[in-house]
């Protein structure tokens, strides 16, 4: 129980703000320097009258909330994900490899397993898995990169903007060469082509490696505890 995670003041107004609703009186004042946990708060939510299974789905939240990355976008479609997971301790040697075993699995994927200094990292092209050491402890940081999204994006952007100005050009002047209405209709469809395509796919990639990050969190958070009630049963 030493490992408990505990809220600061801060994170305690912001869950008993989301586990509030209208019609309560509000939240009350808790101050604690040292943090208060779960369970610590579920008491004081019996206090005020507040159903403790409340308290614990807002501090769910909160820290889902506090775990994406913001999405990088480039022309308001998005390029990069990621998560970021706090972990109340190191995971071990085996853990590690079981947590391999569950990234490898989850993105269809062998990847490369390295370390460097006190970081571990699994690797595959603009994925990255870093198990890394905090101020506060240990976390697990999952980002991902649309590598060639922003030279398709420009270069399909690129090719319809000068196939318009061509197709302006041949309406305006009433010259039309076979030729370049050809090449004029061919930069048109390639460029809005690349373009449509990369708009239309990239929202339903991002949720999608969303979709594995957050089973990836819930994985390695269920890898921790399972692991410490284990070393606590043996003892």
């Known amino acids: 129980m030493a490992d408990e995670r505990k809220y600061r003041e801060q994170e305690v107004k ?27 708060l579920q008491e004081v ?7 403790p299974s409340r308290i614990a789905e807002a501090a769910r939240a909160l820290e889902t909330r506090r775990e994406v990355i913001p999405r990088r976008t480039y022309m308001g479609v998005p390029i990069s994900v990621g998560r970021v997971i706090d972990l109340p301790r190191a995971l071990t040697d085996r853990e590690w490899e079981v947590l391999v075993g569950e ?3 989850t993105f269809g994927a062998r990847g490369k397993v390295m370390s460097h200094g006190g970081v571990r990292e699994w690797a595959n092209g603009n994925l990255h898995a870093f198990l ?16 060639g ?39 048109v469809g390639i460029g809005g082509g690349a373009l449509a395509s990369n708009v239309l796919s990239l929202p339903r990639w991002a949720r999608e490696r969303e979709g594995q ?5 819930g994985r390695v958070r269920a890898l921790v505890g399972e692991w410490s009630q284990g070393d606590e049963s043996g003892t």
């Not at 869950?15 to 808790?30: H, M, Q, T």
């Not at 420009?154 to 370049?180: E, H």
């Not at 990050?213 to 969190?217: H, Q, S």
């Open 14 to 40: 912001e869950i008993f703000d989301l586990a509030a609703s209208s019609d309560e009186i509000g939240r009350p004042s808790v101050s604690d320097e040292g943090g208060l946990t779960l369970t610590e």
């Open 45 to 51: 939510a019996l206090e005020v009258g507040m159903e």
């Open 103 to 105: 990234l490898r699995e």
């Open 132 to 147: 890394e050491p905090t101020e506060t402890g240990h976390r697990l940081r999952v980002t991902t990169l649309k590598g």
């Open 149 to 187: 999204a922003m030279g398709l994006i420009t270069a399909g952007g690129a090719g319809l903007a000068l196939g318009l100005i061509l197709l302006t050009l041949l309406l305006t002047t009433g010259v039309s060469p076979v030729r370049l209405e050809l090449f004029t209709m061919l930069l």
């Open 213 to 217: 990050m957050e089973y990836i969190a």
